[in-house]
């Protein structure tokens, strides 16, 4: 069985500083692991997915992600927020040769960039 | 690439009427294609997982009969809300799954905001 909890449903950041948004999987199966951004109203856009590669993956507009087996972790950081991240993000998981295809969301966290 | 489209990106109806939601991958085939569901602030619910030239598969919960799902082609499937009713207002997502593609990346498509008055 697979599942994905996400340890803040909300993080508060002021511009330019790091941001870390964390997330715990737990999986039967070796996993791949995906981010994805959700802007208000909108779809989601995929920033990264680790799918057993290098354990560090960079993504779009500056975020990476370090799958940590021991810790069963794959937290999300940018080293710094900018306003346009401003938005609702899921960590996802699903194992890496699921023929169903189907994903598992976390609940998502909120981010909040103050000027 | 790999960029998925929603039509419409909005819908206001009346109680007891039917709407359709198309979901298409612009740019590539996909065999495989997810609707979801999404209450406001919280997670995408899964609804059903749509396979090309195949009845779909309703996660548990679903109304097959209410959310009839057709994916009558490698880049187009749609979703029939049928006679709806106000507790079917939500933010409808589909999403697809590049054919051939060993990793399972799922891209989004922008999503169907439905009211029903």
């Known amino acids: 069985a697979q599942s994905v909890t996400q340890l ?89 040769y699921n023929q169903g295809g189907k994903l598992i969301f976390g609940q998502g966290t909120e981010l909040s960039v103050k000027p | 690439g790999a960029v998925v489209s929603q039509h419409p990106s909005w819908v206001i109806c009346k109680s007891g009427t039917s709407v359709k939601i198309e979901c298409r991958s612009l740019d590539f085939q996909a065999t495989t294609m997810f609707w979801y569901r999404q209450f406001p602030k919280q997670s995408l619910m899964l609804m059903a997982t749509s396979n090309e030239g195949s009845k779909a598969t309703y996660e548990q919960g679903v109304e097959k009969d209410k959310f009839l799902i057709n994916h009558a082609s490698l880049t187009l499937s749609t979703l029939t809300v049928t006679s709806a009713h106000p507790e079917d207002s939500s933010f409808y997502i589909c999403s697809a799954r590049v054919a051939g593609e060993i990793q399972e990346t799922q891209y989004f498509g922008p999503g169907t905001r439905l009211l029903v008055l």
């Not at chain 1, 803040?8 to 996993?31: A, F, I, Q």
């Open chain 1, 8 to 96: 803040d449903s909300h993080v508060s950041v002021s511009e330019g500083t790091p941001v870390l948004l964390r997330c715990n999987y737990s999986s039967s199966y070796s996993p791949s692991l995906f981010w994805y951004v959700q802007h208000p109203n909108k779809g989601l856009q995929l920033l990264l997915k680790y799918t057993s590669a290098a354990t560090l993956v960079k993504g779009i507009n500056g975020f990476e992600a370090e799958f940590k087996k021991s810790e069963t972790s794959f937290h999300l950081t940018k080293p710094s927020a900018h306003m346009s991240d401003a938005a609702e993000y899921f960590c996802v998981v699903t194992p890496i």
